[in-house]
């Protein structure tokens, strides 16, 4: 995987059946692994640019009671695998330093869940 400028447009820069490493956000950095499946047709078009697919979203469960996890928190996370994943009921019990729960994130679909306050995409 060689660096590529940000001057490069990503499509000058990947092709169908390769590998891509892309790091965004600076101080929490996320590193991100891709691959191009395909290319799709078209171009600039005036148009708003919209998601043409999503990874399945990893399935965190509440350390407590096992059950799917709604909020992780934020005061604790250190990583995908660290314990601070809650449901709606046990995350009250979750005592971190936290009392009124200001640092609990919404389990969202994105590799920053959990980091610098991300708490989704503006658009759902």
Known sequence: LDPRS???SI???VA???WFHYEYDF???????GRVLAAAPGGPSG????VLARNDPPQHRCVECGH????????CYQGEDYPCWYCDSC???HLCGDPGGDYFLPVVNSPRV??????GPANG
């Open 47 to 50: 148009r708003p640019i919209e």
């Open 16 to 18: 169908g059946g390769s």
């Open 6 to 8: 940000m001057e490069e």
């Open 11 to 13: 499509c000058d820069s």
């Open 91 to 93: 995350r009250a019990r």
């Open 68 to 75: 799917a996890a709604t909020a992780v928190c934020g005061l």
């Open 27 to 33: 101080g929490t950095t996320t590193a991100l692994l």
């Open 114 to 119: 959990g980091l610098c306050g991300y708490d």
